[in-house]
């Protein structure tokens, strides 16, 4: 083989490869890219319904309702819009009415959010970047109004 | 006072690496061989201060000085005496220190190898590691000291984070670093071979080693990592394609490939460029990683405090490095002597798929991680990318990796006849065939996938075990156990990593196999998940030295009702931080688990459980430290136990002849 046609196959592979690899990557970010939405944006038609997203916001105080086996039921609120949830599972350690919370799911037609994961907080004083954003958006929330101070750990 | 003392060590160490930096470049221009040899001294001192400054650090945690802000801020005097120690780096401040610890710690390890690397390359190559712990040590004496006292001094601590609390933290994360930061020393060869303009065997031979100690010891602190997050999150995953495990698996897939292409340079004096590069872009996805973790531009819970001035002074240091290093190879890898192209069939040709492929998953994991954030500054979106991304791109690039491995092996060097090569693998293609075969049969209507990577994990492992036993064949089995034993330690090394990754790809497939159940169990009631029940018999409270712990007692049976062992999965409150963390049982039955974790106590007595059964699921993190085992076991290989003839004789001649008496040259 020549030293020419070694070049060739060489360089025929590399970007044979790179191709694929590029063509993975965007055929999945067409598809598995979930957003993230509050409530009012929920409220406002921004979602069709059937599509998969994260919903963040606050536990409304008193929402939470737990069903028979593991089931519960809590509502997500930016406190200008609540969204109803429906979940079935253990809740994260932290998860408590009147604190941040990202939920991953689908809307279902009534409007309900069933979800199949619930993230919160993986510390006492920390708010999901997310759902500090999103307050803030709708002017609910200012630096410095969360409780102690505010350390980032874990949404996870 | 001890404080004060470390502080100050700090930064003496700030100046001696000043020194180890600038020396070299001083001796390249007067060509004094005793301002070159400073940096050796230099190196050493550093280490020595910044162990001094850890250890003071340290003892402040372990006597619970309240009075230094960082203990009071992440320490507690009720916590046990092994959190004392591990909180150290459980926090932003003392992470850092223990980054620098390992940069001085692998910088004092080259100064000290004086046989292994020439004394120009030597000097450089400390002079940019210095560079580099200069940087860093800025950013911690300005932005996050470590030292700062507080007055009054509170009484008591704020306790560390209590997820935090775990032996696994004591040993992930000095694991991770030894490799995320071991990797500076490749780094730091390449550009110090960039700025001497010559690269050859010779500095292949020399870089080897430090990558693949680099890459063990990444291998078992990202399994740990794993594990760590599998049995503390109590989800029962080990794996979440979350952005911080992406940032140790990039540098992990570059590594790799890294360690392939210096056996490629050391024995065919090729593919020396892209070695470079490759070289700068895995210690460039390292900094990338320390930036995304420690800037706070990510949450989770390895990120443990946002301030943005930290955040845009590693951004500089990313900026600063990797910016540089590729400008710095932009303009002199051009003069570098180009190794020659090979037959496409061959064992570097192999390699030259190897490095293709782990580039082309590393790059997807790369757009996956980066792309949310890039979107969001640009556009404001918030979106999340998570396992079905990865799942559908770096799948499909890792399957056709590993087909090829055991091929690479059993390839001869330069001109390789893949029917040969194909006709040695095919006992190993046809068990592996059988037994994947065998296991769709036995869970027929089950998930494919699981028997599928089953076979595609025996495939390798035979594959591996088969280049042993051809290259080990003679007439009898006495002189065939005589040439296995004589073959060099690199083979078994690398037959032995290549198993390890054949152990992973089983235990992941397996996992289509685990079952999971959810229900409110009463006192005496049961839950069942695949082969295993758990019947709860109560619920009891407990106190450890600084949370109380509700614990569900559970007795696991097997179908035919033989009690196999017991659980206590529990919920543990942590009152100094007002904080609840659910701790997983685990229960070890041959290489699988079953595993249980609690949820909320109900006011009836009964409580929210969560069974899984996981087959198998330990051959994944085993395959990993058989994979580090391997690697190892090739760092003892002869080569680097004796050194190379050429290279001794080299450094014994003056310096400035000592270019000229490289044999590549």
Known sequence: MTRKRRRFVLIAVCGAVLAVALGLVLSAMRDSIVFFRSPTEVAGDRVAPGTRFRLGGLVKDGSLRRGPDESVEFAVTDTGSTVPVRYRGLLPDLFREGQGVVAEGVLEPGGVFRADTVLAKHDETYMPREVADALKAQGRWKEGAAPGTVSQTAVK | ?665
């Open chain 2, 1 to 665: 006072m001890l404080i004060e003392v470390g502080h100050y060590a700090l930064a003496l160490a700030l100046a001696l690496s000043l020194t180890q930096m600038v020396m070299p470049v001083w001796a390249s221009r007067t060509g004094d061989p005793v301002l070159r040899g400073v940096t050796v001294p230099a190196a050493l001192a550093t280490f020595v201060c910044i162990a001094f400054a850890f250890g003071a650090l340290t003892y402040a945690h372990v006597t619970s000085d309240f009075s230094v802000q960082n203990v009071f801020e992440n320490s507690h005097s009720m916590k046990p005496l092994i959190y004392k120690i591990s909180g150290v780096w459980g926090n932003h401040e003392g992470s850092m220190m223990l980054w620098v610890l390992i940069l001085a710690l692998f910088g004092a390890v080259v100064a000290l190898a004086r046989d292994a690397v020439p004394p120009v390359l030597r000097a450089n190559t400390l002079g940019v590691q210095a560079a580099i712990t200069v940087v860093f040590l800025l950013f911690i004496l300005t932005t996050s000291n470590p030292f700062a006292r507080l007055n009054p001094a509170p009484v008591e601590g704020r306790d560390l984070n209590p997820l935090l609390q775990d032996p696994g933290l004591a040993i992930h994360p000095p694991l991770l670093y030894l490799g995320y930061v071991g990797f500076s020393i490749t780094f730091a060869f390449a550009i110090a071979a960039l700025i001497e303009g010559r690269i050859d065997a010779v500095w292949a031979r020399a870089v080897r080693p430090w990558t693949l100690i680099a890459w063990c010891f990444l291998t078992v602190g990202i399994a740990m990592g794993s594990y760590w997050a599998y049995y503390e999150l109590g989800w029962g995953g080990w794996w979440f394609w979350d952005p911080v495990e992406n940032a140790s698996l990039m540098p992990w897939l570059a590594g790799t490939a890294l360690v392939h292409s210096t056996v490629v340079m050391e024995k065919r004096d090729a593919l020396k460029v892209w070695t470079v590069l490759l070289a700068i872009l895995t210690f460039s996805l390292s900094l990338l990683g320390t930036f995304l973790v420690r800037s706070g531009v990510l949450t989770s819970v390895h990120t443990f405090a946002t301030d943005p001035s930290r955040g845009t002074f590693i951004l500089g240091i990313l900026v600063l490095f990797i910016g540089g290093s590729l400008a710095l190879y932009a303009w002199r890898a051009p003069g570098l002597r180009q190794g020659g192209l090979f037959a496409p069939i061959s064992r570097e040709g192999a390699l030259v798929m190897n490095n293709l492929f782990l580039s082309a998953a590393c790059a997807t994991v790369l757009v996956g991680t980066l792309y949310p954030l890039v979107l969001e500054s640009l556009t404001g979106e918030k979106i999340s990318v998570g396992a079905p991304f990865f799942n559908l791109t770096f799948l499909p690039l890792a399957v056709p990796l590993l087909l090829v491995v055991p091929f690479g092996q059993t390839l001869a060097w330069k001109r390789g006849d893949i029917a040969a090569a194909s006709q040695r693998l095919l006992a190993a293609f046809g068990l592996a065939l059988v037994l994947g075969l065998g296991a769709v049969a036995l869970t027929w209507g089950g998930p494919v996938a699981a028997p599928l990577g089953i076979g595609l994990g025996a495939y390798l492992i035979l594959g591996a075990a088969m280049e042993i036993l051809t290259r080990a064949r003679a007439r009898s089995l006495g002189l065939s156990l005589r040439r296995a034993a004589g073959l060099p330690r690199s083979a078994w090394g690398t037959a032995l990593a290549h198993a390890g990754v054949g152990i992973t790809v089983i235990g992941i497939a397996a996992q289509a196999w685990s079952v999971e159940a959810l229900a409110t169990v009463p006192r005496g009631g049961r839950i069942g998940a695949g082969p295993y029940t758990a019947a709860l018999d109560g619920i009891v409270p407990r106190t450890g030295p600084n949370y109380t712990e509700t614990v569900a007692r559970l007795t696991i049976r097997a179908r035919d009702g033989d009690p196999v062992g017991t659980l206590e999965p529990g919920k543990r409150f942590y009152a100094s931080r007002n904080m609840s963390v659910s701790e997983a049982g685990l229960l070890t039955l041959g290489a699988s688990q079953v595993y249980a974790s609690v949820g909320e106590t109900q006011a009836d007595g009964s409580v929210g459980l969560r069974l899984y059964y996981k087959p198998l699921v330990l051959l994944i993190w085993l395959g990993a430290v058989v994979m580090a085992l391997g690697g190892g076991l090739s760092l003892t290989d002869r080569r680097f136990r004796v050194g190379a003839p050429a290279l001794r004789a080299a450094a014994r001649r003056p310096e400035r002849v000592a270019p000229h008496s490289v044999p590549a040259e």
